[in-house]
């Protein structure tokens, strides 16, 4: 006891310290924390990267594009759930912002207000962004929603738990609770399709070519050649959810 | 062990290790076992995603079949718009031609869809019509062919 049992435990904390600390970073320089730390990073460099792009100039709100994607995906018909929908955004001369999108869009939509009294109109249709810093596969418990391999943000259904997390956390509040599956339920870009070389249905129907997606990593597809040539902004950019739709010519009223 | 260690630490890290030891058992059996696989979640979701049944089977599908109406849509300014804009979900019936038919949308309304008159809708985008003035006891396709839109029929 006294001075010479001080010295010595200092020594052996000291030599204890010092294993740990290099045991902590040897094991962390030879890589096999990676079996520990769950990470989303992309495996394989020869997989797509998907983006969207919407072009809003181009964008004529018929609503098909709601519309089939109910069909296909098994989405109910009752206005409150949609995996894609179209809003109108009316800019009066006296400056105040009307935002509609009755169903959607899926029954195409009336002019409410008289011509002579419009600055600008438009229609944006939105969808899920497919973030590739998606808050909402952050904040899921258990693991249910994820950024699949190809970039393309999925849900498992017989995962989740319902907790409606995801649902309070997407900014782009393209995420809804499935009324029969209690569930969370978003677009998934179809990737049913992309995985049969089809194209996702919003893209495939809509007539004038406002929807695109493509590979971000090939610099010869059709999305990244518009990205170079037109001005593109994001949704929200300030949340940085790394968000992967793109939107040409985008107005600053937009939410 | 040239140094004293306390008994209670002894008990301690004992009843430490018996805890950790269940949990890691428990969790053993109760995570999946893709969990991991490619990142934070269960990895056969992505096959069990996939497995998702198609209903609209793709402009590709239709041309087996019509590839004469292919050519007439070709030719005039329809020719971007794809058959299940109009036609709607055509997988089953590109599967078994006969038994499911597609809609026929024959109604203004449904023509009205894209062309009717809005203020937000840029003329470059479309042509527009005003559907409460142009010829309101006709329907469209009395006068306009339906694939080849300015091919008129009269």
Redesign the interface.
Request: net charge neutral.
């Given at each position: 006891m006294g001075n010479e049992r001080v010295k010595?435990?200092r020594r052996?904390f000291l030599k204890s310290a010092a294993t740990i600390a290099g045991s902590a970073i040897g094991f962390n320089l030879l890589g096999s924390s990676r079996?520990l730390v769950?990470?989303?990073?992309p495996?394989e460099e020869a997989l797509p990267w998907y983006g969207i792009v919407i072009d809003i100039?181009?964008?004529?709100?018929?609503?098909?594009c709601a519309k089939?994607c109910k069909?296909?995906?098994?989405v109910p018909q009752e206005p409150f759930f949609f995996r894609t929908w179209v809003e109108?955004?009316?800019v009066e001369n006296n400056g105040s912002v009307d935002i509609i999108s009755p169903n959607g869009g899926i029954d195409?939509?009336e002019?409410q207000?008289p011509?002579e009294e419009?600055f600008k109109?438009?229609?944006v249709p939105k969808m899920c962004n497919h973030c590739s810093k998606s808050p909402c596969t952050q904040v899921c418990p258990v693991?249910?929603?994820?950024?699949?391999?190809e970039g393309i943000t999925?849900i498992?259904?017989?995962?989740c738990i319902g907790c409606r997390y995801c649902v309070q956390a997407c900014p782009y509040g393209c995420r809804f609770i499935h009324p029969v599956k209690k569930v969370a339920n978003k677009c998934?870009l179809c990737?049913?399709?992309l995985?049969?070389g089809?194209?996702p249905?919003c893209m495939?129907?809509?007539?004038?070519?406002?929807r695109m997606y493509g590979n971000l990593r090939d610099k010869d597809s059709k999305i990244v050649k518009f990205l170079k040539e037109h001005t593109t902004h994001v949704l929200r950019p300030n949340l940085n959810t790394g968000s992967k739709l793109y939107y040409n010519a985008l107005s600053m009223e937009v939410r | 062990m040239n140094?004293f260690i306390p008994p209670q630490l002894k008990r301690l890290v004992l009843a430490f290790a018996i805890f950790i030891s269940a949990f890691l058992i428990i969790r053993h059996f109760l995570v999946?076992e893709t969990?991991?696989q490619?990142?934070?979640?269960?990895g056969a979701?992505?096959e069990?995603?996939?497995?998702?049944?198609?209903?609209?089977a793709?402009?590709e599908a239709c041309f087996t079949c019509h590839q004469d109406i292919e050519d007439l849509k070709q030719q005039d300014v329809h020719s971007?718009?794809?058959c299940?804009?109009c036609h709607?979900?055509g997988q089953k019936h590109s599967e078994n031609g006969d038994t499911t038919l597609l809609e026929n949308p024959v109604s203004r309304e449904s023509c009205?869809?894209?062309h009717?008159?809005?203020?937000?809708?840029?003329k470059?985008?479309?042509f527009q019509i005003n559907l409460k003035e142009h010829y309101i006891d006709k329907k469209c396709i009395d006068c306009h062919n339906h694939h080849q839109p300015w091919v008129m029929k009269e």
């Open positions: 010595s435990s052996k079996y769950f990470a989303a990073e495996k100039e181009k964008c004529i709100g018929c609503g098909k089939s069909i296909e995906n098994d109108q955004y009316t195409g939509f002019q207000v011509d419009v109109s438009f229609f693991g249910a929603t994820f950024e699949s391999p999925l498992d259904e017989k995962y998934t990737y049913h399709r995985k049969k089809l194209d249905v495939e129907v809509c007539p004038t070519g406002a | 140094f999946p969990f991991g490619y990142g934070f979640y269960r979701s992505l069990e995603t996939a497995q998702t049944p198609v209903m609209y793709g402009q971007e718009v794809r299940e804009t709607g979900p009205g869809m894209c009717s008159k809005n203020v937000a809708k840029k470059e985008a479309i």
